[in-house]
């Protein structure tokens, strides 16, 4: 698993993981990640890319106790792991190398491709 | 009051996610969200609506996770067992249909359990010899003769056993019998066998205690030893543990018992053996070809190796004795000895169950077809949930699965019970029925069948409605009856190769009616109702000498003749249907001056004078024997008439003279003395033969079979017979008795039984095929009730709604005949070995199973057009 680069969305998901420092819940990081991207992000997918960064051991989850009942369902929250780290880092050394010389997008115009 | 998320959206959910915990997780996020944010930011409405795009925009999330799910963790992960659950739940909604369903596929698989259980334990199972594929079973012939399976003589045997070459073993047999006497019992009939050395190391045979006969007792003169079966250790010996070394009372003599033979020994020509003695060569008394022969050949050694072995021996002996010139062996697996000649019926009953199978299938495949069709809603939502088809398709499937798995559980009891009433029921000549029973073998096969009938059943409808055009009417919102117009092809074509194999199976069954009728009134040469019949046997010790002998019987048939009622007695050593018995070969004295030396082999009897009236053979020309014939007077011979033909084709047989002896001498002529009808005594579809008859007070035999005709019942004979029998000699034990029409009957036994085998199975297809009509044309009119409905309110007639129903039926019946008669066709070429009397097209039995399709089709069709002609217009207009 380590040499695979993560997809766009498991990024932005496993990057507010680690921004809400263990805390993240399906609720919050919906909402945060609603916010950054300037859309209403679904609740499903940000719960099916959970699972799979979990299957892939980059997060961790574990049940809490609610603060306020929910339907009688605990709440999961997830923390992410050294390998949810090194996946991140290596994911952005990816993206850094791709975009290496291409400055500024505008400057590049579809004449000169 | 808080406004409450949409129910519809969470049920939703919950159907995508398929496990309720990832469902709950995620509902529970949703409500959060939806009560602690969106509800301020949007209002109620605006909320609800924001909670039904989530609701929808999960579900392709969900089936996806779901299905990485599955392939991760194998099917097994979440695929079969949840589709199992969802099976066994959906059918328990729909209990008539799965019960009716089972209940098809358990009769196909139970009687396909039956007969495969036959099939292994008579022709698959290896014999219970060491090997046996290598032991074979020789006879010998002439060129000329019809008679293909002679014995062989003894110098021929000895010959074989002291050169064996590629033999391991050579062992030859020769059967007697004799009346077993102990103290405190009724005297018993037993049968046994003389076996030469090498007998029982042919089919590696060791004894459970004791030992085989030794050289000494083979070499030696005549050795009072026996083996005795297990069988009768255990009856009269008491299964005592010091058998070995005990007496046995046979016929007089006292046989001192060396070994007990183990329980699983079975004697291959006979199963009700019980008694082996030494056949002692050393004092080979008979010149006649009497030895039964069994080699077993070395590895590698094959049956043209083991045949030119045999003939070549027989050669070097014809070289310098006349008795073996002009003879040939042929050689047969021991298998096919035991099992030939039923081996055809049994193949042939089992593919009958297998169309069995099929038919029970193809209704089941039906019902499942017309039930997806019904629940099509539910199809559609599966689809649009991102079930994908192969899915949906295994959904399907493993419902079927479920119902045959159920189907096989019910038809492995149906099974057993089937076996049990087969096993009662067979004829009595069905070799190693003691064999058959439900082993890891048929348990095998009873899951095979389960699992092909489940994905043959399950497989077309879940293609069908799942297929392309289940998927483009599905995404144009096609109603159901748009999707049951495209099955009612479909469900019409399984329906009418139903009716096919029905139909052929019928066919069959009225094959075998004819042939049973046919071979009832086969001309048998002798008259068999009010006649009786049983087994006499003197022992040698007490009745030494011809006189005694012949004397005994002269007494003993006067007696008879004394009873009342009785009208006429008589005795022979071989009754009529009783098997092959002695064979020799004669030849005329006008051939033989006319340089015809080739002699014709015919059935060898001896007969009391009387034999032919007690019989009710006709005697066409000359007379029968005379009371006063006797060793003293010149030999005698009566003959039968194709036999009479056959040596004097000009006529004049009477007063001829025949001989037995290829160079004959003066006294080796018999005169002829009459012509009588062909006798049967092989069995009822054997060509007659030729049969001639010797004089019993010329050529007496101890053991004899005597028949008493009378007036009225002759079974009240019995009695009387034994009663005069025990007062002239109370150690003489009466056997084997059966009137002459029992004996027919049981010469029938194999046919009947094949008979009423095939009108049970033809009679269940024709009720599932006659399900299967009813099933669509039911269909048919629960989808057509708006059509219907239409129609009658635009004044069509009840009758004529009721006319099209029923003609439909018809019409289905109809299209089946053609494809069901070209597979009865097929199905009486491979039953030629059954049938007697039953040649080329049976229009009667065409013509007559055709009518009983067709009006068994009329009659199922007459519940759904009943129930078309009750649809209230108004009603059916409404409902759509």
């Given amino acids: 698993m380590g040499a695979g680069i993560l997809g766009a969305f498991e990024e932005l998901v496993l990057l507010e993981v680690v921004r809400q420092r263990g805390e993240g819940y399906g609720v919050s990081l919906r909402r945060e990640l609603s916010e950054r991207t300037g859309s209403d992000v679904s609740m499903g997918a940000v719960h099916a890319t959970l699972e799979r960064l979990e299957e892939k051991g980059l997060v961790r989850s574990r049940v809490d106790r609610p603060a306020q009942p929910r339907r009688g369902r605990p709440r999961r929250s997830f923390t992410v792991t050294d390998a949810g780290i090194g996946a991140l880092e290596h994911t952005r050394a990816v993206r850094a190398r791709a975009w290496d010389g291409l400055a500024a997008l505008d400057e590049v115009s579809p004449r000169d491709a | ?880």
Avoid: K
């Fill in chain 2, 1 to 880: 009051m808080t406004p409450e998320s949409p129910a519809a959206a969470r049920w939703l959910v919950r159907r995508a996610a398929g496990d309720a915990t990832r469902a709950a997780d995620l509902l529970a996020d949703l409500d959060e969200e939806f009560r602690t944010h969106q509800l301020a930011a949007r209002g109620p409405r605006g909320a609800r609506l924001w909670y039904w795009r989530q609701a929808w925009a999960a579900v392709p999330h969900l089936a996806s996770r779901r299905w990485e799910r599955a392939r991760a963790g194998g099917w097994a992960a979440e695929g079969l067992p949840a589709d199992a659950r969802y099976a066994v739940r959906t059918l328990g909604r729909s209990p008539l249909y799965a019960a009716t369903a089972v209940l098809t596929l358990a009769l196909g698989i139970g009687a396909n359990t039956a007969l495969f259980s036959v099939v292994r334990g008579v022709l698959l199972a290896p014999l219970p010899y060491g090997e046996p594929e290598r032991i074979y079973r020789a006879w010998t012939h002439t060129d000329d003769g019809d008679i293909a399976d002679f014995s062989f003589r003894v110098v021929e045997y000895r010959d074989l056993y002291e050169r064996p070459g590629p033999f391991a073993a050579v062992g030859a047999e020769f059967p007697i019998s004799g009346t077993l006497n102990a103290p405190d019992a009724e005297p018993v009939q037993v049968e046994g066998r003389m076996v030469t050395p090498g007998f029982f190391e042919v089919f590696g045979v060791t004894p459970a205690a004791g030992r085989t006969f030794g050289s000494d007792e083979i070499e030696g003169g005549e050795a009072l030893v026996a083996l005795v079966s297990h069988r009768l250790w255990r009856s009269a010996l008491a299964g005592r543990p010091d058998a070995v070394g005990s007496t046995l009372d046979l016929d007089g003599r006292a046989f001192t018992v060396i070994g007990v033979l183990p329980p699983s020994y079975t004697h291959v020509s006979d199963p009700d053996v019980d008694v082996f003695i030494p056949y002692t060569i050393g004092t080979s008394r008979w010149i006649a070809r009497w030895l039964d022969l069994y080699v077993r050949v070395r590895p590698g050694v094959e049956a043209e190796g083991a045949l030119a072995a045999i003939d070549a021996t027989i050669d070097r002996i014809g070289e310098r004795e006349e008795r073996s010139r002009g003879w040939h062996a042929s050689v047969e697996p021991l298998a096919h000895m035991v099992v030939g000649d039923v081996s055809r019926t049994v193949w042939v009953l089992f593919a009958s169950v297998g169309l069995l199978l099929i038919i029970a299938c193809v209704n089941t495949a039906s019902l499942s077809l017309a039930r997806s069709v019904e629940r099509i809603a539910g199809v559609r939502l599966r689809f649009a949930l991102g079930a994908g088809r192969a899915r949906l398709v295994r959904q399907i499937v493993v419902e079927s699965l479920v119902v045959a798995a159920l189907g096989g559980l019910a038809g492995l009891a149906i099974g057993a019970l089937g076996l049990r009433a087969l096993v009662a029921i067979a004829p009595p000549d069905v070799p190693r029925l003691d064999e058959v029973g439900l082993d890891p073998w048929v348990l095998a096969f009873t899951a095979g069948i389960t699992l092909a009938a489940g994905l043959l059943s399950g497989l077309v409808p879940a293609l069908r409605a799942t297929g392309p055009d289940g998927a483009a009417r599905l995404a144009t919102g096609a109603r159901g009856d748009v999707a049951a117009r495209g099955a009612q092809p479909l469900l019409a074509g399984l329906v009418v190769a139903e009716v096919a194999m029905a139909l052929a199976l019928l066919v069959g069954a009225g094959l075998l009616v004819r042939t049973v009728g046919a071979l009832h009134d086969t001309e048998m040469g002798f008259e068999a109702p009010g006649a009786l019949a049983f087994q006499v046997s003197l022992p040698a010790a007490r009745y030494r000498g011809a006189a005694e002998v012949t004397g005994f019987y002269r007494r003993y048939l006067d007696a008879l003749a004394g009873i009342g009622g009785v009208t006429a007695v008589g005795a022979a050593a071989d009754l009529p249907l009783g098997g092959r018995g002695a064979v020799a070969s004669l030849n005329s004295e006008a051939r033989v001056l006319s340089g015809e030396l080739d002699r014709v082999s015919a059935l060898q009897r001896r007969a009391t004078p009387t034999l032919f009236r007690a019989l009710g053979t006709p005697l066409l020309d000359g007379r029968t024997f005379l009371p006063e014939e006797d060793t003293s007077r010149p030999d005698v011979l009566v003959l039968s008439e194709s036999l009479a033909r056959a040596l004097f084709p000009a006529g004049g047989a009477v007063g001829s003279r025949v001989t037995f002896r290829p160079s004959p001498g003066e006294e080796d002529w018999l005169t002829v003395v009459g012509v009588v009808a062909d006798v049967q005594y092989l069995a009822p579809d054997a060509p007659l033969g030729f049969q001639l008859y010797e004089a019993h007070g010329q050529s007496p035999v101890r053991q004899m079979g005597v028949v008493v005709r009378g007036d009225g019942d002759p079974a009240r004979f019995l009695a009387p017979a034994r009663a005069l029998l025990r007062e002239m000699d109370p150690t003489l034990p009466l056997f084997g008795a059966a009137t002459l029409s029992e004996r027919v009957e049981r010469s029938l036994a194999r046919q009947a039984f094949a008979m009423r085998a095939f009108a049970l199975f033809a009679t269940i297809s024709v009720l599932m095929a006659a399900a299967g009509v009813y099933g669509v044309l039911a269909f048919a009119v629960s989808r057509r009730r708006r059509e219907i409905g239409v129609r009658m309110a635009l004044g069509a007639p009840r009758s004529r709604v009721v006319t099209a129903v029923v003609g439909r039926g018809a019409a289905l019946a109809a299209a089946g005949i053609g494809p069901g008669l070209l597979l009865a066709w097929a199905l009486q070429r491979g039953m030629r070995g059954m049938l007697f009397g039953v040649e080329g097209v049976q229009l009667a039995v065409v013509g007559v199973t055709a009518a009983c399709t067709l009006a068994v089709a009329v009659a199922a069709a007459w519940l759904p057009a009943a129930r078309a002609a009750r649809v209230d217009p108004s009603a059916a207009l409404r409902a759509e």
